[in-house]
């Protein structure tokens, strides 16, 4: 079956800490892979996506994420978090063919202490 | 460059009642989506439109209806209404596959009491 999951369902990281969210998915045919990031309230935000090439991916707000094939990985990482990091990020995995959705993790929500 | 319009961001309904989702895009995309936000549960397909005049359904589509007359529009139709259906409700859009992403909506945000 076709799926994501997010195994850390809320993590709290320290102002200026380094961040990891891991994702791992499940999928029959090569996917593309994305994070999206959800303030309180707002809809969600592409951060970064993966469809080919370099396995090591650069996005907005200063997110990386890489993606492992052997272990169906696409973790998402920070050097150094802010305290405007603090909300839901989801990772999904979908497909080339046209007309076919995204398959989206339930999420992980990020709190960030001072 | 409004995007994706949704409307109205709030509203609440009593069971039994029917409403219609509101979705606009101005950006000429292909594909459109309606999604449900359930705390915890990620987002859930209810159903998709590959162009106008075409819709399938996700994996919840049960109690709800869309319609794609237009390129632009894409309507979620709930009829009676049931307690099971309050849920933060998203529309996104993409030009093509799914390869750029989605566009999301800002959101709805229904109460069935």
């Known amino acids: 079956a076709q799926s994501v999951t997010q195994p850390d369902i809320h993590i709290t990281v320290s102002e200026g ?9 499940s999928y029959g045919a090569t996917p593309y892979l994305f994070w999206y990031v959800q303030s309180p309230g707002q809809g969600l935000q592409l951060l970064l ?42 990772c999904a995995v979908g497909a080339q063919q046209a007309g076919t959705a995204l398959i989206f993790g339930k999420g992980t929500t990020l709190s960030v202490s001072s | 460059n409004a995007g994706v319009t949704q409307t109205p ?58 319609s794609r007359s237009t390129t632009e529009d894409f ?13 933060v409700y998203f529309c996104a859009s993409s030009p093509q596959l799914t390869n750029y992403g989605y566009t999301f909506g800002s959101g709805t945000r229904l109460t069935v009491v």
């Open chain 1, 49 to 90: 996506k993966y469809f080919s090439g370099d396995t090591l991916v650069q996005g907005i707000k200063g997110f990386e994420a890489e993606f492992k094939r052997s272990q169906s990985s696409f973790n998402l990482r920070k050097p150094s978090v802010h305290w405007s990091d603090a909300a839901e990020y989801f």
């Open chain 1, 17 to 25: 800490a380094s961040l990891e969210l891991r994702c791992n998915y």
């Open chain 2, 9 to 66: 961001k709030f509203r609440i309904l009593k069971i039994g009642q029917s409403m219609t989702l509101q979705c606009t895009q101005d950006m000429n995309h292909n594909y459109m989506y309606w999604y449900r936000q359930d705390p915890g549960m990620g987002l859930k397909l209810i159903y998709y439109s590959v162009g106008a005049g075409i819709t399938d359904k996700g994996e919840v589509p049960n109690g709800y209806n869309v």
């Open chain 2, 75 to 87: 309507p979620l139709r709930l009829e009676l209404a049931a307690p099971s259906q309050t849920s």
